[in-house]
């Protein structure tokens, strides 16, 4: 297998970016550089504003009433807040996954076609492909291959996690958002979702929201460490924890607070 | 620093619960269990109250003999009694009338003054019920009216019968001297009709006497002869029995060989012969053993000699103009020759019997109230006319005393539910109609057009009322402005609370006059409306997204309603432009052509035009339904997890795709509360439709005609029925069905709600 082409070191760049939820401001003037095809992490305590910027970048926090931003975003060289830009194929570029999984109260299979379903493709060959793909994908294939017609809230905590991303990796997007991921998951589970996350980055440019810093350590290549909305360092994943330039990054990492 | 823990051994108490609080709990759970057994209690102790009334309806007749009385060794020749069946006579060859007292079992004969010393042999008597009158024949061709002239005293509730019957003079009537055989009288006030069957050297005629009262200005006036007629030739065969209607203004004979034949008398005073027929021509015995009038004198009862019994009524055959017998119904055969036949002044019962079988039968609804073999063997019988006593004379001239306890005759399965073909119907019908003019009227108590019209009102009820309460509901929980929403919530839920007299009261006195004169306009608004609005959805999409942005998602509407409102006002006014192009007929009152729609409208489809129709009840019950179905389904879609529709979103779904597959499944299952809890609410809703509906109770779908449902009739004739009567018990029946109906729609929307909240439940 070909290795594939190094890319972007700049594919999503995010230049002054401030974010206000109604008074109050929970972004501070961000500016960093996320590569394409790597895994870049966001780590912070609780309310650090990781979460905030990880919605930003596909425009979840459109959603939320009374909101505003400033400064821009850029996807490969586009601004997302672009008038001209859909917000609704903006997102069909960029999949989330989610914190808590949330599964559709319908079967496995239109869990997973969803995405293509409202693009609009009711194809049974093109669906039943991006099925076996989609899971095989999510390292689920073996688990779901013989309930495909089942409800997808019978399945485990774990495994709905896993359809979940299979789910936002079922249209091909180019970027794929992880908000903490395997904070509601059993170490087994967090464990099957980190290897999907090694497996996935061949493809998709990650970007991953987690409390869990030996998580980073194992599956990112960029680590930036969010403070009070404030992006206080942003560098390797292998630098931040064995040499953070920041006297609050490393106190972070070594748990003095947090 | 830290203060120490208390030592657990020196406080155990710290553990306790606190008497009150086991106390309150306990109290509290007796009082839930309690309140929760009243309010089943209670429910089903109406469900039970219901029951009891409606139980009676379905009960057959009770009989039972009372006395019997031996009577003198004679012949008789006619029964008859009083109302309460006290006090029977009978009427002895010599022209003496024997009466019976029921208190004390003695009879007594009392003579009766014909005015003429000679004697006369009675050979034919028949009586009038309705006028309390006897006709009676001699042997030498003369006739007399006798009146047995009942009075009755209640004393202490008791009625205490007397009689001092009187006559009048022996006419000569038809062939002077010749045998009456049979005797019929009709007696409508204003004419009497008196019609003999005379026998002489073995040859039969029938000759008729017409009376009219003279009134003078000093006292009653008196009958005068106003017409003789023959009228033999009229009828084929050799005649045997000749019945009268009471409006004696016509002449039923049947004859030996069993042919009817019908003469009616024509405004000119003749006699015309208007139908003959054979009412068992197609049995192999076709001769008629008895015949009578039904009470009301428009149908025929006729028993054959093999027993069969049938009934004939008159009425308009299709596309006839003159009404005629045809048969209606048809009862099981008497498995003997009927030798009686006697109805009642009450109702449409007749009592049918031979030897010693005796039937009780209700014309109209094809029942047998009662049947029984007697002990003894019946030649005559009468029934009260209060429909309480029945009297049998056996041949061993005993009198019997039965007491008659039915009180729903007219009731049943089939009056109920069944197809019945009424008197003066062309055909079976459902029908409901309570009350009539006069005494003789034949109540319908079908519940099937009131059934249907329940459906009819809740269907178009539903059909204006859940596309627009569900996508109101659908738009405000997913697509209008949360601060927005928080306003047109609760003002939908106050629109729920106004009292439905008010709806019914406008909807009665202002919408019902405007839709008539408006139908053009409200068409082209109901038609336009919807295509505008989908055609603007479509429009907006694809208005480039620069225009689109000053628009914040959510208010959308601000742009929307204008537009609309706008082309609703234009489209109402083109109405009447549209009607003198579309809607043009002829005037059938002056035969000009005009744009009326509410003469194009029956002329097109047949169909009637009515100011009080389906369409103004629909919209106003479509008023009353819109906030309930609304709130409970607003409530639904609003409380679908926000994670199902961020995920949606994130998958790159539209809002109304997310709305579509994702929020209107999940939610399903309150939406279908919501829509059961409206269809409940449509299926009892009571003023609007007794306002608004015209109350009639048809089985047409036709949107332009009115209906009557279940719970209008209750409140139209409950103030009209007459405790513990048929009606009463019926409307009772009506609030039963509507118990069950809504049992039953409550029942299965929760098995289907359960089913659906299993279906699309979320994590």
Redesign the interface.
Known sequence: MNEPAPGKPDYIKIQDFSFHYGSKQALFDIRMDIPEREVTAFIGPSGCGKSTLLRNLNRMNDLIEDTRSEGDIFVNGQSIYDPHIEVISLRKRIGMVFQKSNPFPKSIYENIVYPLRVAGQNSRAVLDETVERSLKGAALWDEAKDRLHESALSMSGGQMQRLCIARAIANRPEILLMDEPCSALDPIATVKVEELIHELKKEFTIVIVTHNMQQATRCSDKTGFFYLGKLIEFSDTQKIFSNPAKKQTEDYITGRFG | MATPLPSHATDRKRFETGVWTLWTDRLMTVVIKFGGAMVITAVFGIFLFILFQVFPLFLAARVTELKSVPLPDAKFTILGVDEWGAKPFLVKPDGKMLFVDFATGKESAVPVDFGDSAPHEITAAAINKREQKIAVGTADGKYALVSPDYKSVAVDGVPSVSASPSASAFKDIGVPGAKVLDIAYGDSGAQKLVVVLQEMDGKKSVSALQLKRKHSLLGKGADEIAGTFDLTALIPGRPDNILVPSTGDGVVATTEDGTVTYLGLDPEGKFQPLQSFRPFGDLGDARIAVADFLFGDVSLIFGAVGGENRVFSLFYPKGGSVRLFGQTHEFPKLACRPTYLVTTLRNKAFLIGGRNEASLRYATTEAIRWQADLPFTATNAVISGKYARILFLDDERRLHFFALDDPHPDSGWKALFGKIWYEGASEKKWEWQSTGGSDDFEPKYSLIPLIFGTMKGTLYAMIFAVPIALLAALYTSQFLD?RLRGIVKPTMEIMASLPSVVLGFLAAIYIAPLIERQIPSLLLVTVGLPIAAAAFGWFWSELP??LR?FIRPGTEWLVFIPILLGLGWILWSLGPAFESVAFVTTDPGTGKKVADFRYWWPAVTGASFDQRNSLVVGFMMGFAVIPIIFTIAEDALSNV?G????????????RW?TAM??VV??ASAGIFSGLMIGLGRAVGETMIVVMATGNTPIMEWNIFSGMRTLSANIAVELPEAPHASTLYRTLFLGALLLFLLTFAINTLAEILRQHLRE?????
């Open positions: 949360p997204i620069q942005k997890p994670a199902l529709k961020t995920a949606s979103m994130a998958c790159g779904a539209s795709q597959r994702i499944p999940t279906k699309y439940k979320t994590v």
